[in-house]
């Protein structure tokens, strides 16, 4: 679990402000899901799986984002910011 804990922690080091050019709250989460696993490429035992969000209100989402780590499956929330045009997540978890 501690393994799982240091590398998450380079995805949270790497939560960039990027390209949101889909509104929707499906759209979003796949765009989320494909930076993760862009800044998760040069690592073998690592990928994000899933990324569950509900849309809060005006440019506010939450939920799940799902890790496989080594066959280990890893849950964490997320929060993402979307104006439209960009996005930035936050693995709350993560930033401890």
């Excluded at 050019?21 to 899901?33: A, F, H, Q």
């Excluded at 993760?36 to 809060?56: F, G, R």
């Excluded at 890893?74 to 929060?79: C, G, L, P, Q, S």
């Amino acid at each position: 679990m501690k393994k799982i804990g240091v590398i998450l922690v380079i995805v949270m080091m790497f939560s960039l402000i990027t390209s949101c050019s889909r509104v929707s709250t499906s759209g979003l989460e796949e765009d989320v899901l494909e930076l993760v696993n862009k800044k998760l490429a040069d690592m073998d035992n690592i990928s994000a799986t899933k990324v569950s969000l509900v849309h809060n209100e005006g440019n506010k989402y939450s939920g799940i984002i799902v890790f496989n780590v080594d066959g280990e499956e890893a849950m964490f929330d997320i929060n993402v910011i979307c104006d439209g045009r960009s996005f930035e997540y936050e693995i709350p978890e993560l930033d401890r």
